[in-house]
C-alpha cells in the first residue's frame, strides 16, 4: 500500500492504543508532533514502551524514512488533554505523526527535506483516504495551547498550505508585518481577536475560561500562523491574521 505512493515504511508496532477499532469516518484531524527527545532510537522506543503511555500512528525519521507503530483506525495515544472546536479529548478523531526533532528543550531545529517530502506524501495519501478537510491539519500545541509546543514555529506550515495540506492565511507578510508594532490596547479590539481564535477552532486551555490565559492561546495561534514572531502578544499583525483565516 505504501509502497504504491513511493513511501518507504517499516512496521514496528506499540502496545499503546485503545480498542475496539473505530469507524474510517470517525478520522477527522491530522495532528503533528515533534519527539522532543535527544536521540531518535529513545524517541522510538519511548513510543513502544507501555509504561510510557504514549504512541502515535507514524514517525518520520531524519532521513525520511517512516515507521507506523498504530493502525490507523485504533486510538493512538499521541493528544493527551486537547480539544478543537467542538471537538474534545482529540485521540479519538485523529491520526497522530511524529517527526524526528529535539525540540524547543533539547535544541530545537530546522526539519530536514527529506522529512517534509516524506510528510508531504503521507498527508497526501491520508487526505484522500480519510476526507480530511485542509484546516484540520494541525500542530499539538494548537489542540493543547499552553501544555505543548510542537511542532513549532520552525514547521513549515505556510509551505504545506501552498501544497493544499494545511491553512494559511496567504497575506502579503512583508506588508503586515509593520502592524506587529501596534499592540492591541482596547478590550474591543482584543475581545475581537479571541472570538476570532475560538471561531478558528482554538478552545480552552485546561483550568481557564476562555480568553483568560490570553498569552497561551496566543502562543500557539503564533507557532503556527505569525512564526516569525512568537510573543504571546495581541498586536494589530495577529488580528489581521485572525480576521484573514474566517
Known amino acids: 500500500m505504501y509502497r504504491k505512493i513511493g513511501l518507504k515504511m517499516a512496521t514496528n508496532y506499540s502496545p499503546n492504543f485503545n480498542l475496539p477499532k473505530r469507524l474510517k469516518k470517525r478520522i477527522k484531524f491530522i495532528i503533528i508532533h515533534y519527539t522532543g527527545m535527544k536521540k531518535e532510537s529513545e524517541a522510538i522506543q519511548r513510543l513502544q514502551e507501555p509504561k510510557s503511555k504514549v504512541s502515535s500512528h507514524y514517525l518520520i525519521r531524519k532521513n525520511g524514512d517512516m ?12 493528544a493527551g488533554v486537547s480539544s478543537w472546536k467542538h471537538f474534545k479529548s482529540i485521540n479519538k478523531n485523529s491520526i497522530g505523526i511524529e517527526i524526528t526533532n529535539p525540540g524547543h528543550q533539547y535544541g530545537y531545529r530546522n526539519f530536514s527535506s527529506k522529512q517534509i517530502f516524506s510528510l508531504k506524501k503521507l498527508l497526501n495519501f491520508l487526505i484522500k483516504k480519510y476526507r480530511i478537510k485542509k484546516n484540520c491539519i494541525l500542530g499539538h500545541s494548537d489542540i493543547s495551547p499552553g501544555r505543548k509546543k510542537d511542532p513549532g514555529e520552525k514547521f513549515p506550515w505556510e509551505m504545506l498550505a501552498k501544497n493544499k495540506l494545511g491553512q494559511w492565511h496567504n497575506l502579503d507578510q512583508k506588508k503586515i508585518k509593520k502592524f506587529r508594532k501596534k499592540n492591541i ?4 479590539e482584543q475581545k475581537i481577536f479571541l472570538k476570532n481564535l475560538h471561531k478558528i477552532g482554538y478552545n480552552d486551555v485546561k483550568g481557564f475560561k476562555f480568553g483568560k490565559n490570553i498569552k497561551c492561546l496566543t502562543t500557539a495561534f503564533q507557532r503556527h500562523f505569525r512564526q516569525s514572531l512568537v510573543n504571546g502578544k495581541i498586536d494589530k499583525e495577529c488580528l489581521l491574521i485572525s480576521k484573514k483565516l474566517l
Open 67 to 78: 515507521v507506523r507503530l498504530v493502525p490507523d483506525l485504533y486510538e493512538a495515544w499521541h
Open 185 to 188: 490596547l482596547t478590550n474591543i
